[in-house]
Structures are given as C-alpha cells and as structure tokens.
C-alpha cells in the first residue's frame, strides 16, 4: 500500500497536479491539506474520473482536509471530523479507516510567531491532538498520522538552522510537542530510511527557495509501532514542485507491505 500526503494549497488551482500525480505516482491513499474547499464545491466527479474515491471536511478560502483511496479498497469507515475537547471550527482534522488502515489526516496549526496568540492555541491544539490519538492508537495499532504539521522535526530538516534559531516551525515547545506525538508509538517514517538532512518538503515562493533548496521538511508520515515493520520506502516527490503554479509543499510517501 502507498500511502501519501501533500498540502495542496487550493485544491481548485491545483486539480490539475494532483489528477496528473495520481496518474503518475497511483497511490492507494492520499491525504490533502489546505484544500480551500466548502464541501458542496469539492471535486468528487473529477477525483473518481481518476479513480478514486474521497471524504473531506472543508471550508471557504481557508484549511480543509481530504482522504483519497484508490478504487477497489474497502468503504471508509469510522470517519471523524471532529475530536473531543477541540472546540474549533477550522476544518484541520479528518480520520478515517480504508483498507484495513486507519489515516489520521492533520493540517497543523501554523502559529504565526512565537509569543503570538496563535502560537499558544498552536500548542493547546498539538496537546489536545496527542489525547486523540493516544485514544486511536488504543482502537486502531495499525495507525497512519500524516498531514502538514507545520513543524520542523530537527536541524537536519531546516535549510539553515542558525538563520531559523528557535523561530515558529522550529522552536523547541513545537518540537517537544512533536515529540509527545511520536512518543505515543509513532515513527516518522521518512527517518526510518534516510538520516541526512538537506531533504525538504517546502519551499517559500520567494527568493527562489526550491531552485536554491532552501526548505523545510515539515510534511509527516507517522506510523504506529504494528506499521513499522511493514514500512518497504518513504521518500519525497519534488516533481510536483517543478511544475507550472504549483503549491509551495510536494507530496511525501510511504509504502507499507500490507496483505
């Protein structure tokens, strides 16, 4: 199974790419962030033109997740848009089970700054978040948590650590908070074959950042400890980066051998 995450930044512009990644890469499960998407107006024709079906939680111009799965895996099942205790409109969070696995599909609070207002509930929110899961892992050992997490695992996942020091994606309450959620049982999968750094996942638009590859890799695939055995690859698709107005992440994978 090759289960997949991009942060599409306006699925309606990028449609296009991901029905031509789809073709190119055929992953069996995908899961989007930032969509932009009210649910009345995703594209669930287009998406099973190209073979594959969705749920999704969305609202106007901002946030939004979707899960795709390839036809010919099972239904979704026990589909969650909302978690006890997270009173929060923002469409951030999607769980579902398809094909035996259960894809917890998050888009990260940003934080705006350290200090700032948004950084703090960015923290209550990651804190809250590692409750949930705990509780997932508790009904479901074989979990995928994916999505933009809006964090920078280490320095070997920043471009220039010195120039970021401990500013928003990379500051240590962020990466402790992190850490938190992988110490539940939950392994980044990326890690699992590749301990060098200098491989991102995003780049800013400006400064020609992805040409001179100053990124960061803040695009996750955890999986749970019953997974980790089953983890064949993990790897991150520049491709997409490369096309015409394309988003500002590229999609990470995963494959697992699951029978």
Aim: proline share 5%; with cysteine.
């Amino acid at each position: 199974m090759k289960i997949a995450s991009w942060n599409v930044n306006s699925l309606k512009v990028r449609l296009p790419h991901l029905t031509q990644w789809l073709a190119d890469a055929r992953p069996d499960v995908v899961a989007l962030q930032e969509t932009k998407l009210e649910d009345a107006k995703f594209p669930v024709d287009e998406l099973a033109a190209a073979g594959y079906r969705s749920v999704y939680a969305g609202q106007k111009t901002y946030n939004g997740v979707a899960i795709l799965a390839r036809d010919g895996l099972a239904e979704f099942a026990d589909v969650v848009t909302d978690i006890p205790g997270l009173d929060d409109p923002q469409r951030r969070i999607l769980a579902a089970t398809v094909g035996g696995v259960r894809v917890v599909d998050l888009y990260v609070v940003n934080g705006k700054a350290v200090g700032d207002e948004k950084y703090d509930y960015k923290l209550r929110w990651l804190a809250k978040v590692r409750e949930f899961l705990a509780r997932e892992l508790e009904r479901h050992p074989g979990l995928v948590v994916l999505g933009d997490f809006n964090i920078a695992p280490d320095d070997r996942d920043v471009y220039d650590p010195a120039g970021w020091g401990e500013d928003v994606l990379c500051s240590p309450p962020e990466r402790a908070a992190l850490q938190a959620i992988t110490g539940l049982g939950l392994h980044d999968s990326f890690r699992l074959f590749e301990s060098e750094g200098g491989h991102f996942s995003w780049w800013d638009y400006r400064q020609a950042a992805f040409r001179r590859n100053m990124g960061l890799r803040i695009d996750l695939i955890l999986v749970g400890e019953a997974l980790k055995p089953a983890a064949r690859a993990a790897g991150i698709d520049r491709e997409p980066r490369r096309w015409e107005r394309p988003s500002d992440h590229t999609p990470v994978t995963v494959e697992l051998d699951i029978r």
